[in-house]
């Protein structure tokens, strides 16, 4: 298993573009979930999907996009790229039975928006 | 309003001592409470989760204790290596559904020989 997969590492922006973040998974996760990270910050949940065709904001949507067509992928979108979403995004997906698993994290795409 | 405190100043310790990080939260009634490693430029890993009515978790060198009275995790290496060197975040999950993760900032490790 590859676990969370996504594209790409890195990225510069300039301000005004648009750009889609990919990630994927392998585990057959319905839960899925995108974070950012910023320098001395805690990890900020953007967005979160429960399955194919559901997704819910989390604490930080604004200026984001998401959509989940099938259950391995769930891309970010950035519409209009500004400088405050220069930052370290993550995806990221649970188990979905029971309550209270672990979440398997991608390796992240450092994003800078010039 | 809601917080989650992690000891922003890195913990330097000498090998095969024991760490303690310490993870505080108010105004969180977490049913959940996560800890993770975090290596510079890379995603982070599950270590441990405790349940609320649990006081303690172990697994090989790592302990977890979780007091809802006091609202604390206490996260423990014993024996420590310089392998151990990373940031350990705790994370709360107050949903039950969705699994849904608020993250504290971490706390960075720094083992020296």
């Known amino acids: 298993n590859a676990g969370v997969t996504q594209t790409p590492k890195f990225r510069i922006l300039k301000i005004g573009q648009s750009m889609t973040l990919q990630c994927t998974q392998d585990?057959?996760?319905?839960?899925m979930y995108w974070y950012r990270q910023d320098p001395g910050m805690g990890l900020k949940l953007i967005y979160y999907?429960?399955?194919?065709?559901?997704?819910d904001k989390g604490e930080v949507p604004n200026g984001y996009n998401v959509s989940r067509s099938t259950t391995e992928d769930f891309p970010l979108r950035l519409e209009l790229a500004a400088p405050s979403q220069t930052s370290v995004y993550f995806c990221a997906s649970s188990y979905s039975t029971g309550r209270g698993h672990e979440q398997y994290f991608g390796p992240g795409t450092r994003l800078t928006v010039t | 309003s809601q917080k989650i405190e992690q000891n922003s100043e890195a913990l330097n310790i000498q090998e095969g001592k024991t760490a303690t990080l310490t993870c505080n939260y108010t105004?969180?009634?977490?049913?959940?409470l996560q800890w993770y490693r975090q290596d510079p430029g890379r995603g982070p890993v599950f270590l441990l989760l405790?349940?609320?009515?649990?006081k303690e978790k172990r697994k090989e060198r790592l302990k977890v204790t979780f007091d809802t009275t006091l609202k604390q995790s206490l996260f423990h290496i014993t024996a420590s290596q310089p392998a151990d060197s990373a940031t350990y975040l705790c994370a709360l999950d107050e949903s039950g559904t969705a699994s849904k993760l608020t993250f504290g900032t971490g706390t960075r490790l720094q083992v020296t020989l």
């Open positions: 105004n969180y009634s977490p049913a959940y």
């Open positions: 405790i349940r609320e009515n649990e």
């Open positions: 999907s429960v399955g194919a065709g559901i997704t």
């Open positions: 585990m057959n996760h319905n839960y």
